[in-house]
Each structure stands twice: as C-alpha cells, then as structure tokens.
C-alpha cells in the first residue's frame, strides 16, 4: 500500500458529483434519442461516468450515502453538469465542454502519481471516446443545416457561462488547472472553427450564481433533479437494494 | 447453407421465357428452398424463397425489432430514481442493451430487403406492432425486477428456440440476443430477491409487482394454439419449433419452482403439479384484456406510441443535420460521418 496517497475529500466530490451528476442527466434521454444509435452511445457514455462517479465517491465514504442522502448544498459538481439538457444540441455542447476537460484533467491525473492517478489512468480512454463523441457532433450540427447551426450556437452561448467554473482550484486536486485552461480554450476554439461556430463572447464566469458549484451553491433546477433522484432510496430509510 | 440463389426479391423469370418455363423453373425453386428447411439448414438473404415466408419474416423481426425499443420506455422510467448508484448502473446498460437488440434485429430484417426507416415509420403510424407487454405501467421500482425475472424469462423462453430458426440472420440475432437476455433476467430475479428479503416494505413491493406482471407475462407466448393465426405455417417454415401454448407451459414449469426461491407467490390459485402430465397446471388467461391490450386499448398504448412517435419528430432536425453534414463532406474527405 501506498503511504502519500490521502484522498482530499474535496477534490473526490468534485470530480466524482460532475460524473455522478451528468451521468443522471444522460441517462434521462434513455428511450428519447434522436437516432437508435445515441440511445446506445448517451447510455453508454452515462454508464462510464457513473462508473467513475462510484469509484470516486468510494474514496470518500458509502457510494449510496453520499449519492442519495446528501442534500443540494453539500453537493460540489460544477454548475455545467448539473444544466437540463434541453435540446439535443444543449447535449451536446455540455458534453463537448465538459468531456474537452475531464480528457485534459485526467490526462494529467493518469500521468500523476497521485490518489487519483489510477482511476484516471482508465477512465481518460473513456472520456477521450466522450470527447470524438461530442466533437463530431458538434461538426455535423454546427456544419448540418441552418436549423442545426442556430440550435448549436445558441446552446454553445448559454452554456458558456458555466464553463469557467472548471478550471476553479479545488483543494487537494494537484493540477495545474489555469494551465488547463488555456488548453481547454483552444480546443475547444478549434473544434468550433472547424464546426463553423463562432466562439461565444461572453464572460465564462460571473456573479456568484454562475461557478460556485464547488461551493454547494446550485442552479434552480439541480435541487429537483436531486428530488427525483433520492425520492425512493430516501422513502425506505436502511433499506438495501 | 445455400438453397439456390435467385437475387433478392424472389421474383425469377428469363425475358422471352414461355409461361410454362417461368413456372417450372418457381416450382424448382420452392423445391429446393422445401428440401433445404427440411434437412434443417438455414435460409440465407440471397436465397430464393417464397414471398410469404419472407413477408412473414419481416412481420416477426420487426415486431421483435419494435419491442425492443419500446420495451426501453417502461423501464427507462425507473433510470432516474433507481435507489441504489449499482442497480442504476445494471438498468442503464440494460436499456442500452435493448437499444442494441433493435439494431440488430431491423438489421436482420433489412436483410429480407426493407428498410429500418420504412419499419420504423410503420410501428409509428401503428401498422406493425410490438409485445403487447409494454403496455404495463412500471408503478413502483419492484417492477423493474419483475419485468427482468417474469417478462424477460418469458421472451427467453420464446427466442431461445429462434436461435435454430431457419432463416439464417434472425437466428444468429437471437444468439446474441440470448446470451444478454440470460444475463438481465438473473440480474432482475436478483433484484426481486433482495426486495423480498428486505423490509417489510420492500417485501410488499416486490409481492405486489409480481401479482400485476405474472398474468400479463403469461400472455407474451400469444394467443392459445387454436386461435393463433400464424402457427402453423410458422412451424412447417421452421421459424417457430414450439407452440404458444408449449412454450407458455414451458414458462410456467421453471417459474413456480422460482417463485417459491424467493418467497413470493403467483397470483393463480389454481397452480399445482399435476403428476400425471409432469407439469404446472394453471388457471385460465383472461384472453379478454389480451386482445383488449393488442387493440390499443391497454394502460400505456398511447402513451409508449406518442413518446417514441416524439422522440422521433424531435430528432428529426438533428438527422437531417447528420445527412446534409455527410453530403457535404463526403467529397470533401472521401468518408461519409452518418
């Protein structure tokens, strides 16, 4: 056993509640997919991450405890995860976002020594299928129609402002993450280029209600989220499933 | 196994050729293609066969191919209240599953020269069906185990001799079908067997799922022999190696001893072991809701038909999207990205 390898458990529940949190979302498209193939590629996209949710949220305590019986404000996911998914280009554009920098942050984790680097040694394969997912998405609505592209930019715009967030220091996670940011940008920059997106020009974080996730401090709609979510394990109190 | 290949549409004929020539030649056909299903070998896409049989065909994989996805619906409800994060993780890759199951199967249809856009927009508009199971509300999270030990033992029962069916493709669906099917029908008995030896609750929950799906379960094999339509052609085809009413005893003969593993009784009080026949027996289906059910007239028909017909027209920029993208950088990149 390793000696140095104390988890924080401030950077576990962040990066295990964005998994678990976007995990629910996906799997609310189950049976709504545009195409038979994405009821595949969303369940299974919402599968790894809630792989890499229970792993993470194991470090820190009961995977169910800390899942079902936590309430709104002690969750630290992200604000972007945590956003309905609206439209299948909203989907998409939070995926593009958020799969761009789990690739880059665990990228660095795997390459770490750290408490996280064995998780992230497996879980950065899965997030780079996530990443080509949303990417080549994001081509085909940006660059479909006209119906497409306008779908696509406007999700691009209103999920911006939630993507500042991410690269917030998070106690005991040791990454670089303003060195993240940069990466992220261009990636991100390009892939919309590419996408015939413009860049949104908003800001990418403001007052205290976009990117205080880490915080515990949510959107409107991620308590009833949480409501759905936690309603029967909560309703039988002991109960094993 | 190749009978005698004949393009795929089944239509034969050489331009000039007498009458009497075409029909010899359609005779010789039908006699190769009778010897090849007696001698148990399998039909393949380019094989010559008779228009029925691959009408008949289509008609059964797609609606096979049309429960599957329907079939996400009633379970998909539960994803998001799942009580546990491992029993969302065994119902997520469930339905992901049955999404797959449908692809293989339009697939296997396409083979008989349809097209999964056509079977689609017939159970759409209500021309093709699906099990008529799916037409059950999932009310309580029991309901999920319920459907994983009682409806999918049941489709087990029904598709595992379809793995000998005689057309080749929808055999070899049903043996990959099959294997993933086994594994959910004990993942959904080993969630019902945790409810039944949880609180007491819990144990209410689970008994109350298998009163509501036990019957409806039981009328998944079709109608009784002497009213089902497409038996018997079906069986002389080899397509079907059972009966409705074999397979259905067949289902009930594993599913007491199980029931009684549990600790959960069946919701039929006439169920007991007859000695003389080695099997079940059971009280009577009300083949009243069953066909009640089939007509649309079940708790959920328009429900699960409007939200698959909404998902449909909700997706239908993001498809054409996919395509215009395709056409426009096909050429550009020599792939296509559908």
Not at chain 2, 19 to 24: G, P
Not at chain 2, 229 to 243: D, E, G, N, V
Not at chain 2, 265 to 276: A, G, V, Y
Not at chain 2, 328 to 338: L, N, P, S, V, Y
Request: aromatic share 8%.
């Amino acid at each position: 056993m390793t000696t140095e390898t104390t988890v924080s458990t401030a950077a576990a529940l962040a990066l295990g509640d964005d998994a678990l949190v976007l995990s629910h979302r996906l799997g609310e498209w189950a049976g709504s997919a545009p195409v038979l193939e994405e009821e595949v590629a969303l369940a299974n996209i919402a599968l790894d991450l809630l792989g890499q949710a229970r792993v993470l949220l194991s470090l820190v305590g009961d995977e169910d405890e800390l899942a079902y019986l936590r309430e709104e404000r002690s969750f630290r996911n992200s604000q972007l995860v945590e956003q309905p998914n609206g439209d299948f280009a909203h989907t998409i554009a939070r995926q593009l976002y958020f799969s761009t920098y789990q690739r880059l942050l665990y990228g660095q984790l795997a390459s770490g020594d750290g408490p996280f680097a064995g998780l992230a040694a497996k879980a950065v394969k899965e997030v780079a299928y996530h990443q080509d997912h949303a990417e080549h998405w994001t081509l085909r609505l940006g660059d479909g129609t006209p119906e497409s592209h306008q779908r696509m930019q406007r999700a691009c715009d209103a999920l911006w402002r939630y993507t500042g967030e991410l690269f917030q220091p998070v106690d005991g996670l040791d990454v670089d993450l303003p060195a993240l940011e940069t990466t992220w940008l261009d990636s991100v920059t390009d892939v919309l280029g590419r996408a015939t997106l413009t860049v949104p020009s908003g800001p990418r974080t403001g007052a205290w209600s976009a990117g205080a996730g880490r915080q515990g401090l949510h959107t409107e709609p991620f308590g009833r989220m949480l409501a759905e979510m936690q309603h029967l394990h909560r309703s039988h109190p002991g109960a094993t499933w | 196994m190749t009978a005698v290949t004949a393009g795929t549409t089944g239509t034969t004929g050489t331009p000039g050729a007498s009458d009497a020539a075409v029909a010899a030649e359609q005779a010789a056909y039908e006699a190769v293609f009778d010897a090849a299903v007696a001698a148990d070998e399998r039909i393949e896409p380019r094989d010559w066969m008779p228009e029925d049989y691959r009408a008949s065909l289509v008609r059964q994989i797609a609606q096979h191919a049309h429960s599957e996805i329907i079939g996400m619906q009633p379970e998909a409800n539960w994803i998001t209240r799942a009580p546990s994060l491992r029993r969302k993780a065994i119902l997520m890759a469930k339905v992901q599953d049955e999404a797959g199951h449908g692809l293989y199967l339009y697939s296997a249809a396409e083979t008989l020269g349809t097209s999964r856009d056509e079977l689609l927009d017939k159970l759409h508009s209500g021309r093709q069906k699906y099990s008529s199971i799916f037409n059950y509300p999932t009310l309580t999270w029991a309901d999920v185990g319920a459907i994983g030990w009682l409806v999918d033992g049941a489709a087990i029962t029904n598709q595992v001799p379809l793995c000998r069916c005689s057309y080749g493709p929808y055999a070899r669906a049903m043996v990959r079908v099959c294997k993933e099917e086994s594994f959910h029908q004990r993942q959904g008995y080993e969630a019902l067997l945790a409810l039944s030896n949880g609180t007491e609750a819990q144990h209410a929950m689970a008994q109350d799922a298998v009163n509501r799906w036990w019957w409806p379960s039981l009328m998944m094999f079709g109608p009784p022999d002497d009213e089902s339509t497409h038996t018997a052609q079906a069986m002389a085809w080899k397509i079907k190696r059972h009966t409705n009413d074999e397979l259905r005893q067949r289902f009930v003969d594993i599913a007491v001893p199980q029931a009684e593993a549990l600790g959960l009784t069946l919701p039929d009080p006439d169920i007991r072991w007859n000695e003389e026949r080695g099997h079940y027996d059971f009280g009577p289906i009300d083949w009243t809701e069953f066909w009640d059910v089939l007509k649309g007239n079940g708790p959920c028909n328009d429900q699960r038909l409007s939200k698959r017909r909404q998902a449909h027209e909700d997706g239908a920029w993001v498809r054409e999207a996919a395509a215009a993208y395709a056409e426009k950088h096909t050429g550009k990149h020599g792939e296509a990205q559908a």
